[in-house]
């Protein structure tokens, strides 16, 4: 099994340390890592830090590192915009797209939105998106964390701007012709890719991508959930593109 990965704001940059807060927590309580064993520090941003346990307490651990790393960021950048979805399936989509690789989510305020984010509903429901995305990305080991953007969700019109400076831009939608498995990809920049709510995309939301440069796509003869169709897609993009 790989050395557990845990997240810490900024590498040290000695070679002893001390891992405390809920990381450290987590270590040693949790996880119960005892003297010899070893574990990975990431700062979220591609650099790592290979450590080794030399001394357990209440909460903390004493490290001293023995190698670093740096990974560079995946290209091209993947976005999901995923709309935004009632119930917990949203997070499970969030769960599930980080461990396969996106690199940042955007919380789409469409307009078959069942759950709406206002105020301080928003900003929470936007806080248990960035918290179940960090926790999947220590689970994948992943150096890179994803970016959870929106404030704290986005429009269609923002949304639609932001397909007109992607590299590629596309939309799962049923009744596509064309399949993702098949379209021409660009090589660097930035792909978007949107995902519907549960009520899927209205008409005016698609002529606006449509008119902001996206194409829609489909994946195969099923008609996927909103907490399923990110991540497959992302499946089909990652081997495309050889990030797996």
């Known amino acids: 099994m790989s050395a557990p990965l845990f997240l810490v704001e900024a590498l040290p940059t000695g070679d002893t340390l001390t891992l405390d807060g809920p990381e450290g927590h987590h270590a040693a309580t949790v996880q119960r890592l005892r003297v010899g064993e070893e ?25 001293r590192v023995t190698s670093r790393g740096y990974a560079d960021a995946p290209v091209p950048r993947l976005v999901v915009v995923q709309g935004i979805a009632k119930g917990d399936r ?14 940042e989510i955007v919380p789409w305020a469409a307009s078959r939105s069942v759950a709406q984010w206002r105020g301080e ?7 248990k998106w960035v918290a179940t995305a960090r926790e999947a990305a220590k689970q994948a080991r992943r150096p890179w964390l994803p970016v959870v953007a929106g404030a704290p969700d986005e429009s269609t019109a923002s949304v639609a701007r932001r397909i007109a400076g992607a590299a ?47 194409r829609t796509v489909r994946l195969g003869p099923s008609v996927l959930r909103t907490s399923t169709a990110g991540v497959a897609a992302l499946t089909v993009l990652a081997t495309r593109l050889s990030h797996w």
């Open 39 to 63: 574990l990975v520090l990431a700062d979220g941003r591609g650099g790592t830090a290979a450590a080794v346990v030399t001394a357990v307490g209440r909460g903390t651990l004493d490290l």
């Open 90 to 103: 949203g997070e499970l989509a969030v769960q599930a797209m980080t461990e396969v690789g996106v690199d």
């Open 121 to 127: 509903r928003g900003d929470r429901a936007r806080q």
């Open 168 to 214: 590629g831009a596309f939309v799962l939608h049923e009744g596509a012709r064309d399949r993702l498995t098949t379209v021409d990809l660009p090589a660097a920049g930035e792909i978007v890719l949107v995902v519907g709510p549960e009520g899927g995309i209205a008409d005016h939301e698609l002529a606006a991508f449509a008119d902001a440069g996206a």
